[in-house]
């Protein structure tokens, strides 16, 4: 693998992992707020 | 959805501005463009530093004050503190592959940072563990406050050792030895990181809240841990006591 392919999948790992984290954080509140009733 | 704020916003323009300032980066002489993964690598471990002092701050508020916002804090600080640890372990490993030739080996750094994961993770583990919110709450303060004994562990593992990995360029004392173009790539993009980390801190703090809401109408002290489905067994004819 070429030393361009690893600094893009180090840097596709970092962006993605961290829209993955904040995007499950917005469906655990969503979820949470189905269970509590609110709109 | 939370509403999108002015943090929020700013995240992503650091991280675009962050991301413009790699591709434009002066190459490395040694490492050629494989150094470039530093500029993700190094903030996501700074981030992690600065997600467990916070937890440490917050668990002592907790323990002084017994004011719920600051558990929800130490809570959110340890669980993002948690996936930039994590971040950091595996950007270090896609850039240990080309460089070492290993994913992992036994360094002191790299075993100190993964026992300093594995031990926030026990932290989030203890706290599903514990159904009181008060005693959750004291318990998870303490362990807070004890586990951040690893972070100085963790920094100055390539002093007190004799590591594979590299001493310290930046967070040492003396002047940084990076060349300051480099140094200025690092620093827009631990700007950038900081920004990320308020973002999703701020956002999980709003969940702690959000879960405290929910439980404070749900739990009593009486109440059966997990349901009577999972009471132990009894031998036919006998009688619980």
Redesign the interface.
Known sequence: ?S??A??V???S???L??AG??LS??V??RR??D??GWP | MTRFRSTDALALVLLAVGFAAIVAAPTDALQGLLQRLMYAHVPAAWLAYLAFAVTLVASIGWLRTRRARWDHLAVGAVEVGVFFTGLALVLGSVWGKPVWGVWWTWDARLVTTALLFLVYLGYLALRRATEDPRARANRAAVLGIIAFVQVPIVHFSVVWWRTLHQPATVLRPGHPTMDHTMLAVLVVNVAAYTAVFITLLRRRIALARREEELERGRWSPTAPVAGDAVEAPLVEGEHRV
């Open positions: 693998m030393d361009l690893w600094v999948l180090g840097l790992i970092a962006y992992s961290m984290y904040l954080l917005e655990r509140r949470l707020d269970a509590g």
